[in-house]
């Protein structure tokens, strides 16, 4: 049996491993921030070319669509390695019909490929059986295990770690 001092001095390496990530993380938020404002006036010009390129292709698919004519045969243009033109549009399904109805209709007109184009799933839900009664529960067959004690770590964390820790969000939230 591990002695509780062995204890102490694992609970010690788990508390100094979180805080060289913290700090390392903290770094890193520090270098991203720093590059960021070195290359500001970078950054700032893609992000300008980029809502350029998106006025020019939307300024293009109106001119496509305004034009139709133009695009009967062929359908489809290349320039400079853009393709544009007019493609058949992938269309999107839907029925105004009641689910069971569609489902009859399928069996009735097409039975040999009625399994390929219905799907069947019945599987408890785990989330709702958990609201039941452990009496319940137990004619259902179903047994709850790990309610007894379990070991857990959990680093607490101290006002500077949450602080290094909402910086580190931000920082993940500018970069999407």
């Known amino acids: 049996m591990v002695e509780m001092e062995k204890i102490t001095d694992l609970a010690g390496n788990v508390a100094r ?44 698919e109106e001119a496509i669509d305004s034009n139709r004519g133009l695009f009967v045969k062929p359908k489809s243009r290349s320039l400079n390695g853009i393709q544009f033109g007019l493609k058949k549009g992938k269309g999107v399904l839907s029925w105004s019909i009641k689910d069971s109805l569609l489902l009859k209709r399928i069996k009735r007109m097409f039975p040999k490929k009625s399994k390929q184009l219905i799907k069947v799933t019945e599987t408890p839900v785990k989330n709702e059986l958990a609201k039941l009664k452990a009496d319940d529960l137990k004619k259902l067959g179903c047994t709850v295990t790990g309610t ?29």
Do not use: C, P
């Open 17 to 60: 491993w979180e805080s060289s990530l913290v700090q390392a993380i903290t770094d890193y938020n520090k270098a991203m921030a720093a590059f960021r404002e070195d290359h500001a006036d970078v950054i700032e010009s893609i992000q300008i070319m980029a809502r350029a390129l998106g006025d020019s292709k939307a300024e293009l």
């Open 148 to 176: 007894g004690d379990v070991v857990f770590v959990k680093v607490e964390q101290t006002d500077a770690e949450k602080a290094a820790a909402a910086i580190l969000e931000a920082g993940e939230a500018d970069t999407k």
